[in-house]
């Protein structure tokens, strides 16, 4: 059935064959059915100037394309600026060789539609080609990945991070100022502290819900006291082989205090510093009196070294770290406030599209208890929404203040879950008052 429409048209084609709607129409149909074979000769009679229409244009430039004629495509493509000519002018370019061209176009099209990205023709455009000619035989084409330098191999197994700052970091005035009192000022100004016999370092115990900003604390610590930052993960000390774990251990420690200053975060700290009347394995117990020898032990000098530690759970961690010279202060992290939540809000849509109306202070008033993460997560829906919009129109549409609340519909708040645990710690195990600064956020909320 379906050749039997091409050859209708085909044959009403040859009855009028300067009837230009018709070729039109014949064109998109081979097009469609991928029919490459009969494109030119359909196509050939046409010229650039018989057609005033720019998709009508693009047509005959695909067709000519298709039967591997990109010269003769490239004539129906010049001078119109339209995204989606842009776009086909990028493939006829790269087909001509013209790959830098190609690259301009395809940068213009995207940036007036971002619709029409397509992954496969950006690689097209991204690889380096080069042609090699031998004599007698014809020319060869080869993807050339060989001038990757060492700088570059080692870009691409660790990416360099842009360097965070406290103003990278919505709200937690009171923990930056107590931060930047006991721990920056020191690496800032060590003669002044040398004046009064106080040294730099010292170790930092992060504590509260999770997705509330302590990696990214410590990692803004880091940025202010401009000090090489190692995240040791679990991975990188823990060994099934005896002894093998605490040699990791000192081995970190030998590294930040041959490169001081430097700044040790320990993420899930829990995991190595455990409760040792808990712990059911000798080899755990070892792993931890390693840890507090490294961190305040008679051999050691950590001047220079900031050690900061991060969990969701302080009640498991052995509570020989919070002595002075250890962990010497134990910081609450709690879940953002309303003008921390807007700030944050702020931050997340930025350089994103978005319409005028978003009243980011009532999103901020509707997410009590929210989490970093949470918000994070909630303008990620937002912009899920927008992106389905702009597939399904083909234009970009805008996060809108109707998507924000979609999304608010959808995600709760995950800290509720943690503040219930930590209220009962706080209020039955709270001997050396750790726990106040919980207490006083759950009673502060709970008036509220």
Known sequence: MSDDLTDNLTAA??????????????????????SEAKLAAVAAPLRPAQLNQAKDRRTL??????????????????????????LLRARVL?????????????????????TLEDQDLQRDLQSNVRVFNRAGQPALKVIANDDTDASELARLLAPPERKITFADVGGLADVKQAIHRRIILPFRKPGLFQRFKKRAGGGILLYGPPGCGKTLLARATAGEVDAAFYAVSIADVLDMYIGESERKLHALFEKARSDAPAVLFFDEVEALGGKRQYSREATSSKLVSQFLAEMDGFAQNNNGVLILGATNVPWAVDPAFRRPGRFDRVVFIPPPDREARVQILQSLLRDRPSTGDIDVDSIAERTSGFSGADLRELVETAVDEAIEESVASGQESPVTMPHLKTALSERKATTVEWLTTARNYARYANESGQYDEVLAFLDRNSRR
């Open 13 to 34: 084609l040859t009855q009028s064959p300067d009837n230009v709607e018709l070729r039109l129409v014949l064109l998109r149909l081979l097009i469609e059915r991928n």
């Open 61 to 86: 430039a695909e067709a000519h394309r298709r039967a591997k004629d990109p010269a003769a495509a490239l004539e129906f493509l010049n001078g119109d600026e339209e995204p989606e000519t842009l």
């Open 94 to 114: 790269l087909a001509l060789e013209r790959r830098d061209e190609a690259r301009q176009a395809y940068a213009r099209a995207i940036g007036a539609n971002t």
